[in-house]
């Protein structure tokens, strides 16, 4: 990997805050949950290599919603639909370790078969299969709008690296 000039590399970090804050402040105004913990690596790859395949739009917006709605199916699957979020009992299930590698297991599949592969999004996966994300319309539109709103901040901050970078190249 080559090394990175210092004003890149604080670009990227700066640019990487940047993106995560947007989907934070549309939740400040709106009052909605839309900044959630598998926005942040989303966020640091379109900041930090924004020409991987992995850091397209389309990756970025299809994993994420394909993990979710593999979480979803998790749950409602082993009856975990009503169930609180392991996060709020503290206690680790079997139908919960279940529903989760159940839901790794149709994301990956499915990032594989669309051809839509960005890591972040098994996080997304993982916190619907947990219960952190209720398989609720409420929840899935939430998730859904901080995608998109992350996934619109990184295009726009892509563009801002490109720029940059060929600037950078022309000195």
């Known amino acids: 990997m080559r090394k990175q000039?210092?004003?890149?590399?604080?670009?990227?970090?700066?640019?990487?805050?940047?993106?995560?804050?947007?989907?934070?402040?549309?939740?400040?105004?709106?009052?909605?949950?839309?900044l959630f913990p598998s926005l942040g690596p989303t966020a640091v790859m379109l900041s930090y290599e924004p020409e991987h395949r992995s850091a397209r739009i389309y990756n970025v917006i299809v994993s994420h919603i394909g993990g979710l709605l593999s979480g979803f199916a998790a749950?409602?699957?082993?009856?975990?639909?009503?169930?609180?979020?392991?996060?709020?009992?503290?206690?680790?299930?079997?139908?919960?370790?279940?529903a989760a590698v159940l839901a790794i297991l149709l994301a990956?599949?499915?990032?594989?078969?669309?051809?839509?592969?960005?890591?972040?999004?098994?996080?997304?996966?993982?916190?619907?299969?947990?219960?952190?994300?209720r398989p609720t319309w409420h929840d899935g539109l939430a998730v859904t709008a901080g995608v998109l709103i992350v996934a619109m901040a990184g295009e726009l901050g892509r563009y801002a690296q490109r720029r940059l970078r060929a600037a950078h190249a022309h000195e």
């Open 5 to 34: 000039p210092r004003l890149l590399s604080f670009h990227t970090a700066v640019l990487s805050a940047a993106v995560t804050a947007v989907p934070g402040i549309v939740a400040l105004l709106t009052g909605q949950l839309l």
């Open 75 to 98: 749950v409602w699957l082993f009856g975990l639909a009503h169930t609180p979020s392991i996060f709020h009992v503290r206690v680790l299930s079997v139908p919960r370790v279940a």
């Open 108 to 133: 990956v599949l499915l990032e594989l078969a669309l051809d839509a592969a960005h890591p972040p999004a098994t996080a997304t996966t993982l916190l619907a299969a947990l219960g952190s994300f």
